[in-house]
């Protein structure tokens, strides 16, 4: 049984850091795709970096490219998202979300959600201005 379980969420002011992981259990680290989405009150879920977990190529969503960083521990079974510059738009519930092992990621369809086979509870991140 795989399970995807965030941490690291809570609440900060505009230009602020924070750090989520995500802990992966129940799944052997090989090649597949995985990464965070977001989903803000009234909005759909939206990709936000993802990584290969094979080849350690990443994806980021233009709106936090160059302020987030997506890496990945496989000893220790961890994603982790680093966000820095935070901006009240980044305020949302945030997921941990993987694809079946096998399944990479490609830079025409990392964001679907429909591609993504896991999901964790999600970690909510608050920015404010």
């Known amino acids: 049984q795989v399970q995807l379980v965030e941490s690291g969420g809570g609440s900060v002011q505009a230009g602020g850091s924070l750090r989520l992981s995500c802990a992966a259990s129940?799944?052997?680290?090989?090649?597949?795709?995985m990464g965070w989405f977001r989903q803000a009150p009234g909005k759909e879920r939206e990709g936000v970096a993802v990584?290969?977990?094979?080849?350690?190529?990443?994806y980021y969503a233009d709106s936090v490219r160059s302020r987030f960083t997506i890496s990945q521990d496989n000893a220790k079974n961890t994603l982790s998202l680093q966000l820095n510059i935070l901006k009240p738009e980044d305020t949302a519930m945030y997921y941990c979300?993987?694809?079946?092992?096998?399944?990479?990621?490609?830079?025409?369809?990392?964001?679907?959600?429909?591609?993504?086979?896991?999901w964790g509870q999600g970690t909510q991140v608050t920015v404010s201005s």
């Open positions: 990584i290969s977990t094979g080849s350690g190529r990443t």
């Open positions: 129940g799944y052997r680290y090989s090649s597949y795709c």
């Open positions: 979300a993987a694809t079946l092992l096998g399944s990479d990621c490609y830079s025409g369809s990392w964001s679907e959600t429909s591609r993504y086979r896991y």
